[in-house]
């Protein structure tokens, strides 16, 4: 009985943190639209202003994320990317951004197909 009380605590805290670590889809609307990720990446985020600008919307969350925090590491970090205006729009996110910005557009209906 014990061992089912502790696996049981275990499992709560465990959604507990999850939740906690959640990403905020309206939190992160508001903070693409204060860094105007819409003026390169399109209003709709499926239609950049450059054919070269990446489609953001429908992409999965953690590629978002992984690539927001490697334009931050720039190329001379482990694992980053080296692009001038990228950096520069990330530097300044938090943690807590980056994870909402790629929630909020990882929720939007994105043109990016797989073909088989």
Sequence with gaps: MKKILVLLATIATVISFTE??????E??????QKYNCASCHGADY???????????????ADFLE????AYQRGAAGANGRGNAIMAGMA???SKTEIRDIAAYLSSLPGSLVNRK
């Excluded at 939190?27 to 693409?32: E, M, R, S």
């Excluded at 499926?46 to 999965?60: E, F, H, I, M, W």
């Excluded at 992984?66 to 925090?69: A, C, E, N, V």
């Design 20 to 25: 906690a670590a959640a990403a905020n889809i």
């Design 27 to 32: 939190a992160g609307k508001a903070a693409a």
């Design 46 to 60: 499926n239609t950049p202003v450059d054919p070269s600008y990446p489609k953001l919307a429908g992409q999965y």
């Design 66 to 69: 992984h690539s927001l925090i």
């Design 91 to 93: 530097k300044p996110l």
